[in-house]
């Protein structure tokens, strides 16, 4: 009876001392993962990529005036085919050339007054003005702007002088977004554990995410949220996609 008392002592105690074991097991476990809420660091991952224009289209209009529209109608028009036929003969395909509606302007009023030697002048402007525009598309892309510099001085010296532009059409923004999103998050993370080991820690799962805008730098301006240097694209058929995604990660 003695042993079998001793017995259930013994097992009483050793399960009394490994429950407060436990129990300050998690006590401890509890109060060290309550601390580590207050070690994070924030870092900023960046992502470019690179975007090749799927098409270019070459713009070309000019605009006639004058005070009989008729007239200014048939000097339109016969510009229009001098250009077309000009086009056609460098070996652009007819079905490749949109031409746009004319435009008519009507000032109805014939005159305006400028000041002039500190006096006021009434001084003689055209009623109409016609503006017609034609447009080429192309898929080469990597060309278009050589072949619209080309363009501009043929007409030039064939007295058909036009305003002529490249625009350039870019992929969805969505088709690159996924991955763009991604490689911000997994650069966020190398600077993340680049510091935590330079702190001897180590890195822990992420507190809160934020995605900068996507920007775009091209051939007209450029937006950062970083004072990283960016090289902008060298041709104007690419577009660089930016982004710069803000990560708060724990460290334990």
Same mark, same amino acid.
Not at 36 to 43: A, Y
Not at 82 to 100: C, D, F, R
Not at 140 to 165: F, G, H, R, W
Not at 166 to 192: Q, V
């Given at each position: 009876?003695? &042993?079998?008392?001793?017995?259930?002592?013994?097992?009483? *105690? !050793?399960?009394? *001392?490994?429950?407060? !074991?436990l129990l300050g097991f998690y006590i401890f476990k509890g109060l060290k993962t309550f601390s580590d809420k207050d070690r994070v660091v924030t870092v900023k991952g960046l992502a470019e990529m690179n975007m090749t224009a799927s098409s270019a289209s070459i713009a070309l209009n000019f605009s006639l005036s004058g005070d009989n529209l008729q007239d200014i109608i048939k000097k339109t028009e016969s510009k229009k085919n001098s250009i077309i036929a000009y086009l056609?003969?460098?070996?652009?395909?007819? &079905?490749?050339?949109?031409?746009?509606?004319?435009?008519?302007?009507?000032?109805?009023?014939?005159? $305006?007054?400028?000041?002039? =030697?500190?006096?006021?002048?009434?001084?003689?402007?055209?009623? /109409?003005?016609?503006?017609?525009?034609?447009?080429?598309?192309?898929?080469?892309?990597?060309?278009?702007?050589?072949?619209?510099?080309?363009?501009?001085? =043929?007409?030039?010296?064939? =007295?058909?002088?036009? &305003?002529?532009?490249?625009?350039? *059409?870019?992929?969805?923004? &969505?088709?690159? $977004?996924?991955?763009?999103?991604?490689?911000?998050?997994?650069?966020?993370?190398?600077? +993340?554990?680049? !510091?935590?080991? =330079?702190?001897?820690?180590?890195? +822990? $799962?992420?507190?809160?995410?934020?995605?900068?805008?996507?920007?775009?730098?091209?051939?007209?301006?450029?937006? +950062?949220?970083?004072?990283?240097?960016?090289? $902008?694209?060298? +041709?104007? /058929?690419?577009?660089?996609?930016?982004?710069? *995604?803000?990560?708060?990660? !724990?460290?334990?």
């Amino acid at each position: 009876m003695e &042993n079998k008392s001793l017995t259930k002592s013994i097992i009483l *105690s !050793f399960s009394l *001392s490994f429950g407060l !074991f436990l129990l300050g097991f998690y006590i401890f476990k509890g109060l060290k993962t309550f601390s580590d809420k207050d070690r994070v660091v924030t870092v900023k991952g960046l992502a470019e990529m690179n975007m090749t224009a799927s098409s270019a289209s070459i713009a070309l209009n000019f605009s006639l005036s004058g005070d009989n529209l008729q007239d200014i109608i048939k000097k339109t028009e016969s510009k229009k085919n001098s250009i077309i036929a000009y086009l056609t003969n460098v070996g652009y395909n007819k &079905n490749e050339i949109k031409i746009n509606n004319i435009d008519v302007t009507d000032r109805q009023k014939y005159n $305006k007054i400028q000041w002039i =030697d500190d006096k006021e002048v009434e001084v003689k402007i055209d009623r /109409y003005t016609i503006t017609q525009s034609l447009t080429i598309q192309s898929k080469d892309v990597i060309s278009a702007e050589d072949k619209t510099s080309q363009i501009k001085l =043929d007409l030039v010296s064939k =007295d058909l002088t036009c &305003n002529i532009y490249t625009n350039y *059409s870019f992929p969805e923004l &969505n088709s690159i $977004k996924p991955k763009l999103i991604a490689e911000s998050t997994k650069n966020a993370r190398i600077a +993340g554990e680049q !510091f935590a080991n =330079d702190s001897q820690a180590k890195l +822990g $799962k992420i507190k809160t995410a934020s995605q900068g805008q996507i920007t775009i730098a091209g051939n007209y301006y450029y937006d +950062g949220e970083t004072s990283e240097a960016s090289e $902008k694209p060298k +041709g104007p /058929y690419i577009q660089k996609a930016r982004v710069v *995604s803000t990560i708060v990660f !724990f460290l334990e």
